[in-house]
């Protein structure tokens, strides 16, 4: 925190155009007296027509990042934070650069990409799914023809459950693959050619557990 000046905290919120999580974060911003620094993922001719303090693209870390440290010490922010896991990792290290309280950059990246997340596991010998990875211009039914079923096709990075389809059989595996992969490249914005996650299915409940971490204490919410 700067204590050493007479204005209220400040926070940057680092946003993607379409997120349903903006109003909450400011309204809870504004109910305890903080002043918000707004950072979007979209281009600079869209900028001042949205309202944002600053545009830069969340895809392109190298790139955003300087900017993203630049104007939290422009503006004497206190804390950096991602309202939406597309900026989880660019927030850790822009508040690591600040000096700020920050997650892990490297379990901020872990947290959004499901293949850091499964080799991350594997290689601590957490027992884990068989996985693979294919890229989006693969053959599907080549890929299929060397799979065990039922499996599941997951995009790399996207999140809310979005392109995660089960496999039953070869026909099934090909449908899920080009369904996925169409999802994925439909989010790409530097023409890459977007990976695939190929995983085992793991019968049984699926439980969801959602909570807060502060300083090693988890509050499940």
Known sequence: MHEDRAHSPRVMLLMSPSTY???????????????VVSVTDMPELLREYWHQDLAVSFANIEQAFPDVVR?????????????D???????????????FVHNSPDAAAAARD?????????????????????????????????LEYPCVVKPIRLSGSRGVIRADDTDSFVAAFTRTAAIALDEVTDGGDPQILIEEYLPGDEVAVEGLLTDGDLHIL
């Open 21 to 35: 999580r903006a109003g909450a974060f400011l309204k809870a911003a504004a109910d305890v007296g903080v002043e």
């Open 71 to 83: 104007l939290a010490r422009e503006r004497a922010v206190d804390a950096v934070l991602s309202v």
């Open 85 to 99: 896991d597309a900026a989880t990792e660019l927030a850790a290290l822009g508040a690591r650069e600040l000096g």
């Open 114 to 146: 499901k293949l850091i997340m499964r080799n991350m596991l594997a290689n601590a010998g957490v027992r884990s799914p068989w996985f693979g990875v294919h890229p989006v211009s693969g053959d599907p039914r080549t890929i299929a023809e060397t």
